[in-house]
């Protein structure tokens, strides 16, 4: 059983930045795409980017495009998500995710794999 641990949230002003880390454990996902997904309260849980097992084919919303940039580490079986320019409707529980299949994909239900979420809080 593989186990995904989410950090770097918190709190922060809008037009800053954070940096958020997906931590495996358990098991090696290098061969199975990620995500990040994050949900607002009364929102649905959404797709803000996805990476391929290499990292060489990745999406991002296009709420957050320009904006966030989705990297992977397999040799230390992390992901990442770089935030800039945070505004406050970013502000979300974001998700770590991950598939059993390879491809990249922005489809909630087809991750079987996820994280508790960390806390992201944008202020205006």
């Known amino acids: 059983q593989g186990k995904l641990v989410e950090s770097g949230g918190g709190l922060v002003q809008a037009g800053g930045s954070l940096r958020l880390s997906c931590a495996a454990s358990?098991?090696?996902?290098?061969?199975?795409?990620m995500g990040w997904f994050r949900q607002a309260p009364g929102k649905e849980r959404e797709v803000v980017a996805a990476?391929?097992?290499?990292?060489?084919?990745?999406f991002r919303a296009a709420s957050v495009t320009g904006r966030f940039t989705i990297s992977r580490d397999n040799a230390k079986n992390m992901m990442f998500l770089q935030m800039t320019r945070l505004k406050p409707e970013d502000t979300a529980v974001y998700y770590c995710a991950a598939r059993e299949a390879s491809d990249i994909e922005i489809r909630v239900a087809k991750y079987e794999y996820w994280g508790q979420g960390t806390q992201v809080t944008v202020s205006s």
């Open positions: 990476i391929n097992w290499s990292g060489g084919d990745t």
């Open positions: 358990g098991r090696t996902f290098s061969g199975n795409a």
